[in-house]
Nanobody, 118 residues
Framework: QVQLVESGGGLVQPGGSLRLSCAAS????????MGWYRQAPGKQREWVAG???????THAGSVQGRFTVSRDNAKNTMYLQMNRLKSEDTAVYYC????????????WGQGTQVTVSS
């Protein structure tokens, strides 16, 4: 069992930056593939970025070059550095953990709101 808690969301002006954190507890963090997802009002949840247990990183095309995912296994935490934010980045951001060896074991956090507006 893994518990995930996101933090760092808030209101920011277009062009600004935020850093989201996803703190994990309850299991061995390093063996999980971690991901960030977001869901805007009236839209389906979409994948934003991911980082494997081995450190391989991928980002969605819509955030490539602006967002950076990272993890600190010693702190059981994943991060999402978001720069040059746009209004279309407004959404609830969720983190997800998928067990490296048992991909049916998936856990979600409760989400954190990011609002980009002037």
């Amino acid at each position: 069992q893994v518990q995930l808690v996101e933090s760092g969301g808030g209101l920011v002006q277009p062009g600004g930056s935020l850093r989201l954190s996803c703190a994990a507890s309850g299991s061995i963090f390093s063996i999980y593939t971690m991901g960030w997802y977001r869901q805007a009002p009236g839209k389906q949840r979409e994948w934003v970025a991911g980082i494997t247990s081995g450190g391989t990183i991928t980002h969605a095309g819509s955030v490539q070059g602006r967002f950076t995912v990272s993890r600190d296994n010693a702190k059981n935490t994943m991060y999402l550095q978001m720069n040059r934010l746009k209004s279309e980045d407004t959404a609830v951001y969720y983190c997800r953990a998928t067990h490296r060896d048992y991909p049916s074991l998936v856990y979600w956090g409760q989400g954190t709101q990011v609002t980009v507006s002037s």
